[in-house]
């Protein structure tokens, strides 16, 4: 008897418990949250990493410096594009929040204000001291 | 209890049904009610479940012989321990447990993504809820039911006591062993359901494996623990001296840790270039059907029954179509999507990371490949043929160490060149210094008389492994030091907390050297036997040079009447001397239980250092009958001395490689500083270099 009356609470218990949201109408949210990186952040991410990936290969000494300038010179205007896409997409849709912001003005000055070449006009990231682009020393000196 | 715990099964069979259907309808139709119920029905799967395999350990624990999966696996003098543990001892209870951890991880991810990643939830429900409804089905359907009656000619009765638990699994590792895999095996079903969400869903970027990587090295984590755990009571339990057999058994489990690596390693090719897409999919769809796959194999009796074929097909036949209509319906969801899944980047240069990952990709499906033939060749065979014939470790040895090698080979050639295009100049500058490292450990080692080949090679690529490892550890250090203006120390823990995937992978690559290390090793274990008589000494001589001494002192017998199942105990006591010098004593047992006329059982001894493992093997004992009386004319033994060298490195290793996951597996602070304070991470990474 005990038995009988366990498996019939248990039963009713998970039978109201599936039923439950269906027919009160309790919906579970499907869509994707504000937080989750958008497609084009992702793409600023990836852009980001690989960069950052560049400057350790170096660093390390996997990368000798004509295939490293050459290598940044072309991430680096992809990080530039994605990070514009990224912009663009937020203007039209929502607003990012103000430390998004903050950080993508970061990032923009520290891929593109540092230095400027005499010699050709590309804009070289902060800290270098040769032209990605033309190869010719930058004698600027760097503003931190 | 036990009783509720059937009935509980049974109710789970609709709950599974209900959460499958609601779970697609939802997802197609975007309800967000009906989505809610299905993952609603997944945590009512776990209760389910969790009451149900209650009522097998209750079961277990009241010495209920009538039920037949008790009095095969139990009886009533067992320890408590292993009743406890009775739950995963057989086939029947351990597919009730792999479908309980299953259910269990599944809870856990529906509760983590309750408030997130909301548009893979439907199809995630889906698809773990099909799986769990295959095995609730598998388990009232396919005769392996835990809670069915013993029957004696169509009456129930109930056996006066059960037959016991095999001797063998009376081990503490093989209480441990199995769960272990079972999480691994059970754990990789997120994964795969988050693919087919994707798939389902079409958002086919790499969103779904940042979403599952840390369950992916969860997975892979116990799978590669439990496959250790299986080696170690192989080598303390079955009383021979090895730890790997190539047995049907443990190639399942290897089969899937083997995709699993491959997964491990190609997704960081998908994550960085956005290639390989179709192939990850593809990876992570094969090793789900390999962890179902072994699950079959191990727990359907298949193997067990290769003698007597026919004893339960059903299973065989349930697992066989779920497996197909899971490649089918994948394949084709693949196949549909195939326009969604084009590779955003080519590689560029067969000098890259990138193309040593696929190499490695290519050298581990190979491996899994090889392992699969040789596994099911005699099922193949008898198919063919009608004969049987075996493939034994020769075949699985002379196919994989090759790959093997070269997968450590590797290991140290990956970390040094660059991500999509490394230059000669450099590669040859880098790996000069490891280079040399490897060829002057191979001629010190052929110096101090190492003259096994495949030893010499494998020993000289973990030096060189090590030493690329080693300085990059040194380098990154160095680097960042110098871009930080940090000390040395400070520095080495930011390089690895900065980036915990790649440090805390090249600490699992070092784990992985230890463990080639001590597979090498076995090239030069040593196995001699001896007759002797109480107060004999003899002596063995280690490839190291140094020999140990060893005495017999004597027999000592105890009878233990039943009592936690023994008959009696022989115990052959052992001094051992290294050298002239005492090291104390060692025993080794033989041992008879009561089981089902099981020969006696041997229990080992092992003296393990850094160098090598001393294993004491009492092979026989002269006249077993008189030992038992204490007749002093009859304690005459046959004593197997082995000496299996570099042993411990196995297990060394396996922490390694622990330690290395659990430092990869660790949240990231590294992402949440960054969202937080902009500056602090993104702006070093992207400073030039001075």
């Given amino acids: 008897m005990t038995l009988y009356l366990g498996v019939a609470l248990v039963t009713a218990a998970v039978v109201l418990f599936l039923i439950h949201p269906v027919i009160q109408g309790i919906h579970a949210s499907l869509d994707r949250e504000d937080d989750e990186l958008t497609e ?105 | 209890m036990t009783l509720l715990g059937e009935f509980a099964l049974w109710i789970a069979l ?151 638990l095999n001797p063998q699994l009376q081990s503490y590792w093989m209480t441990i062993h199995p769960p ?77 840790w083997l995709t699993a690596t491959a997964f491990l390693h190609s ?108 596994t099911m060749f005699p ?29 450590l080979a590797l290991v140290g050639i990956g970390p040094v060149i660059a991500w999509r295009r490394a230059t000669k100049k450099n590669l040859q500058k880098n790996f000069m210094f490891p280079v040399a490292v490897m060829l002057g450990t191979g001629t010190l080692l052929w110096v101090l008389g190492a003259r096994h080949e495949l030893a010499l090679v494998t020993w000289s690529l973990c030096a060189f492994v090590l030493t690329v490892i080693l300085t990059e550890f040194y380098k990154g250090t160095k680097a960042r030091a110098r871009i930080e203006g940090e000390g040395y120390a400070l520095a080495f823990v930011h390089l690895i907390t900065r980036n915990r995937r790649r440090w805390g992978g090249y600490i699992v690559h070092i784990g992985f050297v230890s463990l080639c290390l001590a597979f090498a090793g076995a090239a030069y274990n040593t196995d001699s036997r001896f007759n002797l008589q109480p107060g004999e000494e003899v002596e063995v001589t280690s490839p190291y040079g140094h020999s140990y001494q060893l005495r017999y002192e004597g027999l000592s017998v105890s009878i233990g009447r039943g009592q936690r199942n023994l008959i009696w105990q022989a115990i052959a006591t052992v001094s051992v001397a290294r050298d002239g010098e005492s090291l104390g004593i060692l025993t080794t047992e033989k041992r008879q239980y009561v089981n089902r006329g099981t020969q006696p059982m041997t229990e080992v001894a092992i003296r393990s250092n850094l160098q090598e493992d001393l294993y004491l093997i009492l092979a026989a004992l002269d006249d077993t009958e008189a030992a038992l009386t204490n007749d002093p004319e009859a304690q005459g033994i046959d004593l197997q001395i082995l000496i299996k060298p570099l042993v411990i490195w196995i297990w060394i290793g396996c922490l390694l490689l622990t330690l290395g996951t659990i430092i990869a597996l660790w949240p990231n602070v590294d992402r949440k500083r960054r969202d937080a304070e902009p500056s602090a991470d993104v702006e070093p990474a992207l400073a030039g270099a001075d």
């Fill in chain 1, 40 to 144: 084009t952040e992702a793409r600023k991410r990836v852009a980001l990493l690989a960069l950052r990936d560049v400057e350790y290969d170096f660093l390390a000494g996997k990368l000798d410096e004509d295939d490293y300038r050459t290598m940044k010179a072309k991430l680096t205007a992809e990080a530039l594009a994605a990070l514009a896409a990224d912009e663009e997409a937020k203007e039209t849709g929502a607003m990012g929040s103000a430390e998004l912001e903050a950080e993508i003005a970061a990032i923009r000055r520290g891929l593109q204000g540092a230095v400027r070449c005499a010699a050709c006009d590309f804009s070289n990231p902060a800290g270098s001291k040769f032209c990605s682009a033309c190869g010719q020393p930058l004698l600027e000196t760097v503003v931190s």
């Fill in chain 2, 379 to 407: 099922l193949i065979s008898e198919g063919v043929t009608g004969q049987q014939i075996s493939v034994g470790p020769p075949f699985f040895n002379r196919v994989n160490l090759p790959i093997g090698l070269i997968l």
């Fill in chain 2, 14 to 164: 609709p709950v599974t049904a209900w959460g499958m259907v609601l779970g697609y309808a939802g997802g197609r139709t975007q309800r967000g009610d009906l989505v809610l119920s299905a993952e609603r029905s997944i945590y009512a799967t776990f209760g389910l479940l969790a009451i149900a395999s209650a009522g097998v350990t209750a079961a277990f624990l009241g010495d209920r012989f009538e039920y037949w999966y008790v009095s095969n696996y139990s009886n009533a003098n067992l320890e408590f321990f292993y009743k406890v543990t009775g739950l995963w001892a057989g086939q029947r209870g351990s597919l009730l447990f792999w479908a309980l951890l299953l259910a269990f991880f599944a809870v856990i991810c529906a509760f983590t993504n309750r408030n997130k990643n909301r548009e893979f939830m439907p199809y995630v429900a889906g698809v773990l809820q099909t799986i769990l409804f295959f095995f609730v089905v598998v388990l009232l359907f396919a005769e392996v039911n835990p809670f069915e009656r013993v029957e004696l000619n169509g009456v129930a009765f109930t056996p006066a006591d059960g037959r016991g």
């Fill in chain 2, 180 to 256: 272990t895999l079972y999480l691994g095996f059970t754990s990789f079903s997120i994964p795969f359901a988050f693919a087919i969400a994707a798939l389902l869903n079409g958002r086919l970027d790499a969103r779904w494996i940042q979403l599952t990587r840390r369950w992916i090295l969860t997975s892979w984590l116990f799978l590669s623990v439990g496959i250790v755990m299986g080696m170690r009571w192989a080598y303390e339990e079955l009383g021979w001296g090895g730890y790997w057999f190539w047995d049907p058994v443990e190639n399942a489990s290897l089969l899937p």
């Fill in chain 2, 267 to 374: 997704i960081q090719i998908q994550e960085n270039r956005g290639m390989l897409k179709v192939w990850n999919m593809s990876l992570v769809l094969l090793t789900f059907l390999l962890t179902v796959f072994a699950t079959f194999l191990t727990r359907s009796g298949l193997i067990e029954s290769v003698h007597s074929f026919a004893t339960n097909l059903t299973i065989a036949y349930i697992f066989l179509g779920f497996m197909g209509a899971v490649l089918a319906i994948s394949t084709l969801l693949i196949v549909h999507r195939l326009p969604q899944l084009r590779s955003d980047n080519q590689i560029e240069s067969f000098l890259s990371r990138e193309s040593a990952f696929l190499f490695n990709n290519l050298m581990l499906l190979g491996a899994a490949f090889t392992v699969m033939w040789g």
